[in-house]
């Protein structure tokens, strides 16, 4: 059986300040999430990675826990409504500079043609809330990143392992089973904000290790 992290309050999260993937070029960053409930807001922060001033990228739940895309402060629904409870597989996946996929349990479902081309350089990243305050009260488990665009056939198998199956690009491999500690051996662990638990149930995966 896998276990999570849990975020219940707006200062639970992760973060990153420093040697932060660049979100201009080809990326993919993926993992398994769990709404455990909705906070009401309008916008319930799952991941974003800051590049300064009025650029990111991000994902994030709205207040009617439809599964939107923020690059640059263009938002857009996939369309998807998330079920409390119900865990999801989810995935950025940048592949030119003016594309940026959202890819649910393995199927694409929305593609943001914002340019993220003549960012500063990337400053911060975070899971379950960000520096302006907003956040999601929810599950997080097996949590990986690469600094390029890995093919639809690979993430479906990252999808179901509960480590690192392609480690070619691979920034960091992140399990969240009972801490937050990067396991690809690159020394880019997150730091734990506020209060979070590592007890409850995680997704029903159990290939790769």
Not at 59 to 71: E, H
């Amino acid at each position: 059986m896998t276990t999570s992290i849990r975020f219940d309050a707006s200062t639970d999260g992760l973060a990153c300040m420093s040697s932060v993937f660049d979100p201009e070029l080809n990326y993919t960053w993926a993992g398994w999430f769990r709404l455990a409930a909705n906070n009401g807001t309008a916008y319930q922060t799952i991941a974003i990675v800051y590049c300064g001033g009025s650029a990111w990228d991000a994902l994030y739940v709205d207040a009617s826990r439809n599964l939107s895309v923020d690059v640059n402060g263009t938002m857009a629904s996939t369309g998807d409504v998330l079920t409390i409870g119900t865990w999801y597989h989810l995935a950025l996946r940048r592949t030119a500079t003016n594309a940026l996929e959202v890819y649910l349990d393995g199927t694409l479902t929305h593609t943001v043609t914002t340019s993220a081309s003549g960012r500063n350089a990337p400053s911060s990243m975070y899971l379950g809330l960000e520096e302006f305050g907003t956040w999601v009260n929810g599950n997080f488990a097996f949590w990986r990143l690469w600094e390029a665009s890995i093919t639809t056939t690979e993430l479906a198998t990252e999808k179901d392992a509960t480590s690192a199956q392609r480690t070619t690009n691979l920034y960091a491999d992140w399990n969240l089973q009972a801490n937050a500690s990067d396991q690809s051996g690159n020394g880019r662990g997150w730091t734990e904000q506020g209060t979070v638990a590592y007890t409850e149930a995680g997704p029903s995966i159990g290939s790769g290790g």
